[in-house]
């Protein structure tokens, strides 16, 4: 099974419409991320978690919201899609038992389409 | 800001080595990396390089760092049709304890036949 899953892995929508995607890891990891990735742009953070109560904002927050509910999940909600958030997102988790300690591990991403 | 550079393209023929380059601006970084990201699937971790080393050998795979130049490169010997993908050099650092990567843009390297 794999250490980080996400869910849907494709998803089509229309403007305003709000959506969520998840995440889920089984590695035990206490950081957890969320990136979009455009082409020619590379990834960019969106938010970023340390712990259940530790929530941060990435180079490109406006517009996401997300929501640790647990150590293990990491959700990512678009509030009111627009078609510039259509994207590659990918979760990403950390821990600091890792060798080295800032190595993050990827998702298989989400492909997200606003109409 | 930190910034991390990699050319965009890079085509070799199959048996070739590849080398991809990537420099970046952040003298502080910790440890720097390169993730291999094939299509349709997200970034998987191929090596990392510690800031004070300058050469990493795993197979295939070499990594040489220029800490004065911050200059970084990994080299696939014998290159395969499997190799094909975007390929991202990453700087970490620990600021304030923050755990971030810091990913360039992506090289996608073609290999022909």
């Known amino acids: 099974d794999a250490d980080v899953t996400q869910t849907p892995r494709n998803r089509i929508t229309k403007t305003g419409k709000r959506i969520m995607l998840e995440c889920s890891q089984t590695?035990?990891?206490?950081?957890m991320y969320w990136y979009r990735q455009d082409p020619g742009l590379g990834l960019r953070l969106i938010y970023y978690?340390?712990?259940?109560?530790?929530?941060n904002k990435g180079e490109i927050s406006d517009g996401y919201s997300v929501s640790r509910q647990a150590q293990a999940k990491f959700s990512l909600s678009l509030e009111s899609a627009i078609p510039n958030q259509t994207a590659l997102y990918f979760c990403a988790t950390g821990g600091y038992r890792e060798a080295p300690m800032d190595t993050q591990y990827f998702g298989p991403g989400t492909r997200l389409t606003v109409l | 800001g930190e910034d991390v550079e990699q050319s965009l393209f890079l085509s070799v023929r199959e048996g070739d080595s590849s080398v991809i380059n990537c420099t970046y601006t952040d003298s502080s970084s910790t440890y720097l990396y390169w993730y291999k990201q094939e299509p349709g699937a997200g970034l998987q971790l191929l090596t990392y390089?510690?800031?004070?080393?300058d050469m990493k050998q795993d197979q295939r795979l070499t990594v040489l760092l220029n800490k004065k130049d911050k200059h970084l490169s990994l080299r696939i010997a014998d290159t395969q049709t499997g190799d094909s993908a975007i390929y991202f050099c990453a700087e970490g650092n620990r600021r304030a304890g923050s755990y971030q990567l810091t990913f360039g843009k992506g090289t996608k390297l073609s290999v022909i036949p």
């Open positions: 590695k035990g990891h206490d950081r």
């Open positions: 978690s340390f712990d259940v109560k530790d929530i």
């Open positions: 390089i510690f800031s004070n080393m």
